[in-house]
C-alpha cells in the first residue's frame, strides 16, 4: 500500500488569498463609483445645457425677455420622483418650488408637456455625522426684474468638477461644485 499524504491550504495561505481579493475589489469599486460620479456630473450639465437651449429659444420668441420669477427661485421641471413628505418642492431638502407656470411657458420646447421636462438625479450630500442634505435639486431659475441676468443653478458631485461651457463653478455645501449659469 502506498501512503498518499492529503495536503491542504495552510491557514496563512487562505489569509493571504483573501486579503488580495480584499484589495482587489476594493479597487475595483472605488473604480465603478468614481466612473458613476462622472456619469452623473456629465447627465446634470446635460441637463443644464438642454435648458439654457430651451430659455434661449423662449427668450427669441418673446422678443429677448426670459420668464421674470419675481423675487423666487423656482426649481425647473416636474419632480415626481420627490417623496410625498417634501411636495412639490426640489434645492436642498425641498427648499425651492416648482413653478407650474414657468414650466408651461417652457414645455414648448421640451415636446410638449411640463412632464416632458428635464430633472437631474437626486443625490443625498454626507457629513461627518452621516446625510445632512437630501438634494432634490436643481437645475434652479432665478430672473429677479431689475438685478443681474437671468441664471440657472445646479450642483454637480464633487469639489473642483468641471460645469457645462459657460457655466462659473464654485465650492458648495458637503464637497460639491454650484454651477451658475448666465443667461445672455
Not at 484589495?23 to 456629465?42: D, F, P, Q
Not at 416648482?98 to 414648448?108: D, G
Not at 437630501?134 to 445646479?154: D, H, K, L, Q
Amino acid at each position: 500500500m502506498k501512503n498518499i499524504s492529503k495536503r491542504g491550504f495552510t491557514l496563512i495561505e487562505l489569509l493571504v488569498v483573501t486579503s488580495i481579493i480584499s484589495l482587489l475589489s476594493s479597487v475595483v469599486l472605488s473604480a465603478v463609483n468614481s466612473a458613476r460620479g462622472k456619469a452623473e456630473n456629465t447627465a446634470r450639465n446635460r441637463v443644464a445645457e438642454e435648458y439654457l437651449k430651451a430659455f434661449a429659444l423662449y427668450a427669441s420668441d418673446n422678443n429677448g425677455n426670459y420668464p421674470s420669477t419675481g423675487s423666487t427661485q423656482f426649481c425647473l421641471g416636474e419632480y415626481a420622483i420627490v417623496p410625498p413628505s417634501i411636495g412639490n418642492a426640489c434645492g436642498l431638502n425641498g427648499t425651492t418650488f416648482v413653478s407650474n407656470s414657468l414650466n408651461a411657458a417652457l414645455a414648448p420646447y421640451f415636446g410638449g408637456t411640463a412632464s416632458s421636462l428635464p430633472v437631474m438625479v437626486p443625490f443625498t450630500l454626507f457629513g461627518a455625522l452621516g446625510p445632512f442634505y437630501t438634494s432634490y435639486e436643481y437645475p434652479i431659475y432665478e430672473n429677479v426684474p431689475g438685478n443681474s441676468p437671468a441664471r440657472i443653478y445646479w450642483v454637480l458631485r464633487g469639489t473642483s468638477q468641471k460645469c457645462t461651457q459657460g457655466a462659473i463653478g464654485s465650492w458648495f455645501l458637503g464637497g460639491t461644485t454650484m454651477c451658475m449659469l448666465m443667461l445672455q
